[in-house]
């Protein structure tokens, strides 16, 4: 019934052909027909996307109670689509295995329009995918693997970069220091609106509904990062993720803000793990502020250290976020008690508050 009511104002037009080569009429017999199904110049709407399907052409059989589709053809969202397949036992069971393949395909065009200033996903795409399906009851019922490859891929109206780097609370005021201090070409890379990213190709499963992406890399001329997540068939997106910030950019970044430097991995770039989610095109980018403190507490934890131990005066430190930071990792959400030095504080904020960073 549900099911029924999904589809009940949706609609198929085009030019449909039925012949039979063999039609029982007997209920008990009508398994062993042989009908023959052509579809041209033909639309719909019964797929959930922003537009129509359109100049669709199939051609079918039904023999036996199975379905054959030699081919099925058509065009969607600027682009176009192949499908061929089998369904076992179409009156019963209804056990699909299908190969679909797209191209040119407009991605904005599956989604409707965002709400101005929203964030957006533009790009073209390929799509090969070997479906199989147990019944026709709900999306849960649908599996798949395959591979997307998307080219002028931009996510408008949201810079990743400088999104992740806002959220870093322990560091406020970044984004206008940096911005300040950068060379004009890194500060543009900090301004942009968008984020433009290279030629994307990834593999894919779909299980329960969603779209599930295993060891992804993306890459822009501002960072790359790699993950794990999924995209629901209802638009929600949950992304876990590293990115990673190139080594000539990392270090004119850590130039402007010497704290960038404790978030630095072996190889020189600066690095964090962080969450995308939301339900398009609401989507967020959550740096892990925790993981963001522990290294920036272990680091300078480890200076006021060295500086004892050589007796010392700590490093100086530079006005701003540098003040800021410190006051964070060194109880300043609580309250700085008066007449404790920095050394006494920061001891024992590492105690306290250091726990290996999240893998």
Same mark, same amino acid.
């Given at each position: 019934?549900?099911?029924?009511?999904?589809?009940?104002?949706?609609?198929?037009?085009?030019?449909?052909?039925?012949?039979?080569?063999?039609?029982?009429?007997?209920?008990?017999?009508?398994?062993?027909?042989?009908?023959?199904?052509?579809?041209?110049?033909?639309?719909?709407?019964?797929?959930?996307?922003?537009?129509?399907?359109?100049?669709?052409?199939?051609?079918?059989?039904?023999?036996?109670?199975?379905?054959?589709?030699?081919?099925?053809?058509?065009?969607?969202?600027?682009?176009?689509?192949?499908?061929?397949?089998?369904?076992?036992?179409?009156?019963?069971?209804?056990?699909?295995?299908?190969?679909?393949?797209?191209?040119?395909?407009?991605?904005?065009?599956?989604?409707?329009?965002?709400?101005?200033?929203?964030?957006?996903?533009?790009?073209?795409?390929?799509?090969?995918?070997?479906?199989?399906?147990?019944?026709?009851?709900?999306?849960?019922?649908?599996?798949?693997?395959?591979?997307?490859?998307?080219?002028?891929?931009?996510?408008?109206?949201?810079?990743?970069?400088?999104?992740?780097?806002?959220?870093?609370?322990?560091?406020?005021?970044?984004?206008?220091?940096?911005?300040?201090?950068?060379?004009?070409?890194?500060?543009?890379?900090?301004?942009?609106?968008?984020?433009?990213?290279?030629?994307?190709?990834?593999?894919?499963?779909?299980?329960?509904?969603?779209?599930?992406?295993?060891?992804?890399?993306?890459?822009?001329?501002?960072?790359?990062?790699?993950?794990?997540?999924?995209?629901?068939?209802?638009?929600?997106?949950?992304?876990?993720?590293?990115?990673?910030?190139?080594?000539?950019?990392? &270090?004119?970044?850590?130039?402007?803000?010497?704290?960038?430097?404790?978030?630095?991995?072996?190889?020189?770039?600066?690095?964090?793990?962080?969450?995308?989610?939301?339900?398009?095109?609401?989507?967020?980018?959550?740096?892990?502020?925790?993981?963001?403190?522990?290294?920036?507490?272990?680091?300078?934890?480890?200076?006021?250290?060295?500086?004892?131990?050589?007796?010392?005066?700590?490093?100086?430190?530079?006005?701003?976020?540098?003040?800021?930071?410190?006051?964070?990792?060194?109880?300043?959400? &609580?309250?700085?008690?008066?007449?404790?030095?920095?050394?006494?504080?920061?001891?024992?904020?590492?105690?306290?508050?250091?726990?290996?960073?999240?893998?």
């Amino acid at each position: 019934a549900d099911m029924a009511r999904q589809f009940a104002d949706k609609e198929v037009k085009g030019k449909l052909r039925v012949t039979s080569g063999k039609l029982m009429l007997d209920p008990k017999e009508i398994y062993n027909s042989a009908v023959f199904i052509t579809l041209s110049k033909a639309m719909t709407n019964v797929v959930p996307i922003n537009e129509a399907i359109d100049s669709i052409d199939m051609k079918a059989e039904i023999i036996s109670g199975d379905l054959t589709i030699e081919s099925l053809t058509g065009n969607v969202a600027g682009g176009s689509f192949m499908l061929k397949g089998a369904v076992k036992d179409i009156f019963l069971d209804q056990k699909t295995d299908a190969e679909v393949s797209l191209y040119g395909l407009k991605i904005a065009g599956l989604f409707p329009a965002a709400t101005p200033g929203k964030p957006i996903f533009k790009g073209s795409a390929a799509l090969n995918a070997r479906v199989f399906a147990a019944g026709f009851k709900s999306p849960e019922a649908l599996s798949a693997s395959g591979n997307i490859k998307i080219d002028k891929a931009v996510l408008k109206n949201m810079n990743i970069l400088t999104a992740a780097l806002e959220k870093i609370e322990v560091l406020p005021g970044l984004v206008p220091k940096l911005t300040s201090k950068l060379p004009e070409h890194y500060k543009e890379m900090l301004k942009d609106r968008d984020t433009s990213f290279n030629p994307i190709s990834l593999d894919f499963n779909v299980e329960n509904g969603n779209i599930v992406f295993q060891e992804v890399m993306i890459e822009s001329d501002a960072f790359y990062l790699t993950g794990k997540g999924y995209v629901g068939f209802n638009g929600d997106i949950k992304a876990r993720s590293d990115i990673f910030i190139p080594k000539d950019l990392s &270090e004119a970044l850590i130039e402007a803000v010497r704290e960038l430097s404790y978030l630095q991995n072996a190889q020189g770039l600066i690095t964090m793990p962080a969450e995308i989610e939301g339900s398009y095109p609401d989507i967020s980018i959550k740096p892990d502020l925790d993981y963001v403190i522990q290294k920036l507490a272990a680091a300078k934890g480890r200076e006021l250290l060295e500086s004892l131990f050589k007796k010392s005066r700590p490093v100086e430190k530079e006005p701003n976020v540098s003040d800021t930071a410190e006051q964070h990792i060194s109880g300043g959400r &609580e309250g700085k008690k008066e007449g404790t030095s920095p050394e006494e504080a920061i001891i024992k904020t590492i105690f306290d508050i250091i726990r290996p960073p999240k893998q």
